[in-house]
């Protein structure tokens, strides 16, 4: 992926102007990035919707790129084209639950840590290696490691996933299934898969409460959840009125805005620190 990487610039070098070569030009310094270590993860805390607590965090690619910082949802793309997705996921398990494991003897928190997966990893004969290794390497018992997976990605690939998946889950981690709600028709594959958590996408949330319709339906999906025996996070929590909404509803799990936004590793630390003090 390196080598092709780096020839395709050179083939396209002439073409400097157009969209293309843009993006090839990111590409290659994403590639660089990389490999100086100028990528770094952002930690979102999640909470317990019924007692407040810290529960996890979710760990957020950044990439600050000329003095700005570019978005994950642009540069994962390009790193999944170019196959840089695996030595990068790579770093982003290793990296996480070094985090996590040193945050967790630190502090005594039993705090888990949610890695984002890409298809292109999932798709990797060695996936289950990968993951296995960075647990070894770092300490953090994979109980306290989560993996979140679209589910778009797992419907797509639904025959291979389950199995991959259930080989995963056999390590002891967990397996969330991210922005969960937006591809309907999968409802009842979805029951069938092995899985410990959906991720409720947040644009179930972003008209709730004022939206009846919104409410009913978020109520349904979180209610749905408990009766499949699986646990409920919400995404995208951004006011009170929507906190107040989930813990009304017994939703497990919150993340978003209103409660704490991704952060640096140690604004998060401190975060913790203070909250396992109280
Ligand atoms: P995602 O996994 O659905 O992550 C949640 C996104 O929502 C994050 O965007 C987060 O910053 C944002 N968010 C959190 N709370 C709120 C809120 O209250 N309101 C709103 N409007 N947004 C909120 P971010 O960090 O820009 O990441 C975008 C996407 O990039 C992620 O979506 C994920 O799909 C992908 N991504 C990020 N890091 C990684 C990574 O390490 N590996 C892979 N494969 N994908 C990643
Ligand atoms: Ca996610
Ligand atoms: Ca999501
Ligand atoms: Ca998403």
């Not at 990893?121 to 990968?130: E, F, G, P, V």
């Not at 996408?201 to 008209?207: G, K, V």
């Amino acid at each position: 992926a390196k080598n092709n990487g780096r020839n395709r610039i050179q083939v396209y070098g002439d073409q400097m102007e157009s969209p293309t070569a843009d993006t090839l030009v990111l590409e290659n310094d994403l590639y660089k990035a990389l490999e100086r270590n100028e990528l770094r993860l952002h930690y979102q805390p999640q909470f317990d919707c019924a007692t407040g607590q810290i529960t996890g965090a979710e760990a957020l690619l950044r990439w600050e790129h000329k003095g700005k910082l570019v978005s994950p949802a642009e540069f994962i793309p390009l790193a999944e084209e170019s196959g840089l997705i695996v030595e990068m996921g790579a770093w982003v398990l290793r990296e996480a639950c070094a985090k996590a494991q040193a945050w967790r003897s630190r502090t005594g928190w039993p705090l888990r840590i949610a890695v984002n997966l890409s298809a292109v990893q999932l798709d990797q004969a060695d996936i289950t290696a990968t993951v296995a290794q960075a647990l070894h390497e770092t300490g953090l018992p994979a109980t306290a490691l989560e993996l979140e997976i679209t589910e778009s990605v797992v419907v797509r690939e639904s025959l291979r996933a389950a199995d991959i998946l259930t080989e995963l889950r056999a390590l002891g981690v967990g397996i969330a299934i991210d922005d969960f709600g937006v591809g309907y028709s999968s409802f009842a594959y979805l029951r069938e898969l092995p899985v410990d958590r959906f991720k409720l996408d947040r644009s179930f949330l972003s008209a709730v409460p004022q939206s009846e319709g919104d409410s009913r339906l978020a109520a349904a999906l979180i209610a749905m959840a408990h009766r499949l025996e699986v646990g409920i996070v919400a995404e995208g929590v951004e006011t009170e009125e929507q906190n107040a909404f989930l813990r009304d509803h017994g939703c497990d799990e919150a993340q978003g805005y209103h409660l704490g936004r991704p952060m640096k590793d140690d604004a998060f630390e401190a975060l913790l620190v203070q909250h396992a003090q109280e």
